[in-house]
């Protein structure tokens, strides 16, 4: 998905691309065909309205005329208000598309290390192969590249009931760095019998690791036994109730996630529960009797790199100039932000080449929360992510849930609207 809407932001602007591509010479575990964009997991893009993060992403995409959305629109099937597509005759248009245009040049072979010429875009996805995977980890920097996506589930703010949840930290100690939800003896037994019945998510065969453990699905942890959670992630030592000073049974720990203070992460709940059952069972923690989950907790095999060490927002290597990156391998989740962030790549790819300034797309775009949420998170707890309104800087004015995304949407596309006027040469 990445890899193909880079090379056709680049084509479509008069670069000559060469497209390396190991498939079908050299499969991977999930893929089974030999076409580009292939979509190994649901034939859903998501939701289309601009009420919803993803529908507004789609919507900036079409705006820059990416191809995924174009061959997507094209090849729809109804799916109420989802984009769903017929797998393969997108699949087939995305690749008829690139094979037919005369300034691509493909390559149907493994690359095992990067091409000297620059710009160079690394588009490889969560399934790289080991060779490239290695020379990616010499170019990163050992413990740069991640093999294995142990993230916990992360959630809004503004969906916290903050009548239950407090600020503090253990001992006082580095100010109000947490929020703590509390439970009582009842409130936990009842949360952990719960968990430890919860359903959890089938492991592809080439996914089965060991854990390590530090980071344990929290539902392993809980089987151990039923105070195992108190004296590890859910301990509650340190922590006082602001209402009586007293220590509470146990407490789940969210920390920030962004510097905004938008979104916070379930410190320790790494899980393969299914996302029904996220939903349902850490709903019965107090204070998240309502919570919004913008991602939820993931274990599984996923190549990707720290970004906020690694990248620009405008996906270029900070230390190696001409070197982009896109797609999953970034950080990001999904088929729609990955399409996106190769939008981002090619650009600049082509503004690199071409010797214009390079574009850092504004933050109030869902293109640009996205990039920037993945270059300057905190490279310490990088997790990636979905794009989600949780991105983008909040509105002044007080108002509901769902007319909040609707006044963001509208100011995105505004937004945006000035920004492809300003830098019309590079986004024409």
């Not at 922590?239 to 992460?265: C, F, K, M, W």
């Not at 059952?277 to 913008?294: C, H, M, T, Y």
């Not at 981002?344 to 640009?368: H, Q, Y």
Request: glycine share 8%; proline share 5%.
């Amino acid at each position: 998905m990445a890899g193909s809407e880079a090379v056709w932001q680049l084509a479509k602007r008069g670069v000559r691309v060469s497209l390396f591509e190991m498939r079908p010479k050299k499969m991977t575990p999930a893929h089974h065909g030999a076409y580009f964009a292939e979509l190994v997991c649901s034939n859903s893009l998501r939701a289309i309205s601009v009420n919803n993060a993803v529908g507004l992403l789609k919507e900036e995409m079409r705006l820059l005329d990416s191809l995924i959305i174009k061959c997507a629109l094209e090849t729809r099937i109804p799916a109420g208000g989802a984009l769903a597509v017929d797998r393969e005759e997108f699949a087939r248009l995305v690749t008829w598309t690139l094979q037919n245009h005369p300034l691509v040049d493909i390559f149907y072979e493994e690359l095992k290390e990067l091409p000297e010429s620059r710009p160079v875009i690394i588009a490889t996805g969560p399934l790289t192969s080991p060779d490239l995977a290695s020379a990616l980890d010499r170019l990163t920097g050992l413990g740069k590249l991640y093999f294995f996506d142990a993230a916990a589930p992360i959630l809004t703010y503004e969906s916290i009931n903050m009548e239950k949840a407090f600020f503090s930290s253990r001992y006082n100690k580095g100010g109000e760095d947490y929020l703590n939800c509390p439970l009582n003896k009842e409130e936990y037994e009842l949360f952990w019998d719960e968990l430890i019945k919860g359903e959890v998510a089938e492991r592809k065969e080439f996914e089965k690791e060991i854990f390590f453990e530090g980071c344990m699905p929290i539902e392993v942890l809980a089987k151990r036994g039923k105070d195992t959670l108190r004296f590890g992630p859910l301990k509650p030592v340190g922590i006082s109730l602001p209402s009586s000073g007293e220590q509470p049974y146990a407490v789940v720990q969210l920390r920030r996630d962004n510097r905004e203070g938008t979104l916070y992460n379930m410190v320790g709940f790494q899980t393969r529960l299914k996302w029904p059952e996220q939903k349902r069972i850490f709903s019965l923690i107090p204070g998240l009797e309502n919570a919004e989950f913008v991602r939820y907790g993931v274990m599984h095999r996923n190549i990707f790199i720290n970004s906020p060490l690694l990248l620009h927002p405008t996906l270029e290597m900070k230390d190696c100039r001409g070197i982009f990156f896109a797609g999953q391998i970034t950080g990001v989740e999904g088929y729609v932000e990955s399409a996106a962030t190769g939008l981002v790549a090619g650009i600049n790819a082509f503004c690199r080449l071409n010797g214009d300034k390079m574009l850092i797309f504004p933050e109030e775009t869902s293109i640009g929360g996205l990039t920037k949420y993945i270059t300057t998170a905190d490279p310490h707890n990088f997790q990636p992510m979905n794009v989600n309104y949780g991105l983008l800087p909040g509105l002044s004015v007080k108002t509901s849930k769902q007319k909040r995304k609707q006044l963001l949407a509208e100011r995105s596309i505004e937004i945006l609207s000035r920004f492809r006027k300003k830098f019309h040469k590079q986004l024409a």
